[in-house]
């Protein structure tokens, strides 16, 4: 048998209201494999479920923030801008970030972020976008005061501007006006920008400094569209075309609803006559001694690499009978009675989930089970209650989903939205969304780190 469970604390939401209930299981290959101890993996238990209450706050962001002891200083060249510089600031835990006016000299003093990592520890990292009056000169990146003593100032060259221009037209040609255009540096960074098209399709955006940048569009009637591009010197034009329908991920908007289903795992899985068998089958069950076999699984990716620190569920029919995490190349192994029919499914927030399907007959006294992640994540029914509509998985958190790569990350902007409220940070990985009783349950990933988190409860 492999694996030891670890329970982590839950970490206390610097912003939201309500209540956050979080479980946390700690990937045991986030060491090099070299370093991993020997470990036997244990079946799964019931969850504990931690509950803490976040402090309340105003139904809008305040944007009163106290000092941080530390300044930027903007400069092109290596020397001080003739005019005011205008800076957003983005940080954990507010949003809409601050605007601030640098006055002559070209400085600002940082305000101090208002929330702390998963385990209390301080935010050292800004995102900062800012710009000079005419336009000339731009700044868009992230700054860290690690290290740093306090009183520090940290600089920021300012580098020449120009203008973006987003064209956006439909599958006919025509231009597409009103449609939500909006600009990061990241997929679902601290700060962005946002525009709507004009009557010509059309939305700029003025002074921004090379680099590449994350293009997003929305609009009604119309497939969402992700773009990544590079912006260089001179003044560009991007043309892009939306596709007409709905955005569709995994199996579309295909949705399973169902009962709760909470199963505690035992160390030997012993399976008995089920509802809806037939006649020989439950007597063989009943009159036949069972045959103990050992299993050993593994997951592998799309190109048949193996995986560790993805999660492995072993099903039968609508009863989770296993839970463990992938090892890579060492095997999770697991014991079993045969004859036995059940489903594996492996999930990792950055590669995807797959099926396999898991058949021992009374001669397998030993057998391996591979499953692949060759398939998008939201794509399977497992667990019951899964829900796999993009739109309806937003509605429930009150935040978008944005791709990246295989990933979907949680784009929370509001601290009072169900996602917030429930502990999601910003670019968390949503592994899966499910109902739950009379609310919903989400598997999410933050770094190494995975986390089961009670949504509108």
Not at 230 to 240: F, Y
Not at 321 to 335: A, D, M, Q
Not at 426 to 453: C, F, K, P, T
């Amino acid at each position: 048998m492999n694996r030891r469970s670890l329970i982590i604390a839950l970490v206390l939401i610097a912003l939201g209201g309500g209540v956050a209930a979080v479980l946390w299981s700690t990937s045991e290959d986030a060491r090099p494999e070299d370093d991993q101890p020997a470990r036997t993996q244990q079946p799964a238990s019931a969850p504990k479920v931690f509950r803490a209450h976040a402090p309340k706050i105003d139904q809008k962001p305040r944007i009163i923030v106290s000092p941080s002891g530390f300044a930027v200083r903007f400069s092109p060249g290596g020397e001080a801008p003739s005019e005011a510089v205008e800076a957003t600031v983005g940080m954990a835990g507010i949003y809409p970030p601050p605007t601030m006016q640098a006055p002559e000299g070209g400085t600002i003093a940082l305000p101090a972020p208002q929330a702390s990592t998963l385990w209390g520890d301080e935010m050292h990292t800004y995102e900062i976008f800012a710009r000079t009056a005419d336009g000339s000169h731009a700044f868009w990146s992230e700054l860290s005061t690690e290290g740093r003593a306090e009183g520090d100032v940290l600089d920021a060259k300012l580098l020449d501007a120009s203008p973006l221009t987003v064209e956006v037209r439909d599958d006919k040609g025509e231009p597409v006006a009103g449609a939500e255009v909006r600009v990061s540096r990241g997929f679902v960074g601290l700060v962005h920008l946002t525009k709507e098209t004009a009557e010509d399709g059309t939305a700029t955006f003025e002074a921004l400094p090379p680099g590449n940048l994350h293009v997003t569009l929305k609009k009604s009637g119309f497939a969402r569209l992700m773009r990544r591009l590079s912006h260089g010197e001179g003044q560009e034009t991007v043309s892009v075309d939306l596709e007409r329908g709905p955005t569709r991920i995994g199996n579309g908007e295909l949705e399973r609803l169902a009962a709760q289903v909470v199963v505690e795992g035992n160390r030997t899985v012993v399976e008995t006559n089920e509802p809806g068998e037939n006649a020989e089958s439950e007597s063989d069950t009943l009159t036949e001694e069972p045959v103990q076999s050992a299993v050993d699984l593994y997951v592998v990716d799309s190109t048949g690499s193996a995986v560790s620190g993805a999660l492995l569920q072993l099903w039968k029919g609508d009863r989770k009978l296993f839970e463990g995490t992938s090892r890579g190349t060492r095997p999770v192994p697991v014991e079993l009675e045969a004859p036995f029919e059940g489903t594996l499914v492996a999930f990792d927030g950055r590669r995807g989930e797959g099926r396999a399907r898991l058949s021992l007959t009374r001669v397998d006294t030993t057998k391996e089970a591979i499953v692949s992640l060759d398939r998008p994540l939201l794509s399977l029914d497992v667990p019951p209650g899964r829900i796999n509509s993009r739109a309806r998985i937003e509605q429930i958190l009150g935040a978008e989903l944005v791709p990246d790569g295989d990933a979907w990350l949680a784009d929370v902007l509001s601290p009072t939205c169900a996602a917030a409220e429930a502990g999601i940070e910003r670019g968390d990985r949503i592994v899966w969304v499910r109902s739950v009783g009379g609310g919903y349950s989400a598997l999410v990933e933050r770094g190494q780190e995975r986390m089961q988190v009670l949504v509108g409860q």
